[in-house]
């Protein structure tokens, strides 16, 4: 229900832009829910990327601020991260997440993951 793309091989300094695409039961509640993007690398705990409320206020790691930018289309069910000047050390699995309000139980829901290999 939440399916990611986007995702590849990129070299250092270049650009990819993540989608995710809700579908399924989750889309009743998207737009009043909060989303972000994790990244895992190997051997690594999963770690929070960019994060954006259902009125649009944005966080971001300080790994990434300035870099990346998330955003999110509530007509479609999308969520995007536009990643810019990617490094060598961005090399993960990024997941979207989505974080149902409290209306709607307060449930967490991941997609399967999309591979990011940035080659220096």
């Known amino acids: 229900q939440m399916v990611e793309s986007g995702g590849g091989l990129v070299q250092a300094g270049g650009s990819l832009r993540l989608s995710c695409k809700a579908s399924g039961t989750i889309t009743s509640f998207f737009n009043s829910a909060s989303m972000g993007w994790y990244r895992q690398a190997p051997g690594k705990e999963r770690d929070l990327v960019a994060y954006?409320?259902?009125?649009?206020?944005?966080n971001y790691s300080d790994s990434v601020k300035g870099r990346f930018t998330i955003t999110r289309d509530s007509a479609k069910k999308m969520l995007y991260l536009q990643m810019n000047s990617l490094k060598s050390e961005d090399t993960a699995v990024y997941y979207c997440?989505?974080?149902?309000?409290?209306?709607?139980?307060?449930?967490?829901?991941w997609g399967q993951g999309t591979q990011v290999t940035v080659s220096s």
């Open positions: 997440n989505l974080n149902s309000s409290q209306a709607y139980g307060g449930l967490r829901y």
């Open positions: 954006i409320t259902n009125d649009r206020k944005t």
